[in-house]
Nanobody, 123 residues
């Protein structure tokens, strides 16, 4: 079983950047496909990005493609999300998740979740 803890959220102006981190412990991090999701107030949790165990295969939601980049450092048991050119509509709580059981963009298929970190983008 793996425990996940996000950090790096905050308040940023539109056009700015943030880098989120997700520290994993208690399991073999390199075994897991990882994902980033976000949930805006009053909305359903939505897929942002995913990365396979080696870091080679990555997929993104259309809404963040070209602006966000997911990466991982298996030696440090850490997942990252570099967010550039942020927009007010990126405002949400961001969550990292591990080990999807099929369907990498379906949040219901992920087993392990962090507590989330809040990102607010002002216009």
């Amino acid at each position: 079983q793996v425990q996940l803890a996000e950090s790096g959220g905050g308040l940023v102006q539109a056009g700015g950047s943030l880098r989120l981190s997700c520290a994993a412990s208690g399991g073999t991090f390199s075994n897991y496909r990882m994902g980033w999701f976000r949930q805006a107030q009053g909305k359903e949790r939505e897929f942002v990005a995913t990365i396979n165990w080696s870091g080679i295969i990555r997929y993104y939601a259309d809404s963040v493609k070209g602006r966000f980049s997911v990466s991982r450092d298996n030696a440090k048991n850490t997942l990252y999300l570099q967010m550039n050119s942020l927009k007010p509509e990126d405002t949400a709580d961001y969550y990292c998740a591990a080990e999807p059981r099929g369907g990498y963009s379906d949040y219901t298929r992920y087993t392990y979740w962090g507590q989330g970190t809040q990102v607010t983008v002002s216009s």
